[in-house]
């Protein structure tokens, strides 16, 4: 009996090291990783910055059809609400596909919150796929605002 025990216990351990070996092999989330961002100064309310960002998804569903569904979702270090953006399809639609690349995407025109000479922020931005699954939140480096 004790034998079936541990011949059960030894296993059990195993089937959950090797389930949690193929969830990072063949993660269900998106991965982002920073890449840049156009400019680590901005004017207010006169340029755009770009950022851009690597993806990886290994069940290629980033993106929606609809463009009224807005998965991309960038916040400003600043403020407590983000903004959100439309991501269009990366693959065909019940296709399967294991997707990398980079991502550009124009931040809406920045401006200064307050009256002061210069304000500094950082953007987080993180992404949803069609099945709902949200990766990892990345950070851009510092923008410096100015008048």
């Not at 969830?23 to 991965?31: L, R």
């Not at 609809?66 to 399809?89: G, S």
């Not at 065909?92 to 980079?102: M, S, T």
Request: proline share 5%; net charge negative; charged share 25%.
């Amino acid at each position: 009996m004790k034998k079936i025990l541990f011949l059960a216990a030894v296993s059990l351990a195993f089937l959950g090291c090797k389930k949690d070996s193929e969830e990072e092999d063949n993660p269900t989330s998106p991965i982002l990783t920073f890449v840049s961002i156009s400019s680590n100064e901005a004017v207010s309310y006169s340029n755009d910055l770009k950022v851009i960002f690597s993806y990886e998804d290994f069940q290629g569903d980033l993106g929606e059809d609809d463009p009224d569904a807005l998965t991309l979702w960038v916040k400003d270090a600043r403020l407590d609400a983000a903004d959100y953006y439309h991501v269009p399809p990366m693959t065909p639609e019940n296709q399967e596909l294991h997707i990398k690349g980079n991502y550009e995407v124009s931040l809406n025109t920045l401006f200064l919150l307050g009256n002061g000479a210069a304000e500094t922020t950082k953007f987080t931005i993180q992404l949803r796929d069609r099945a709902g699954n949200v990766s990892n939140i990345i950070e851009t480096t510092p923008v410096t605002i100015t008048p």
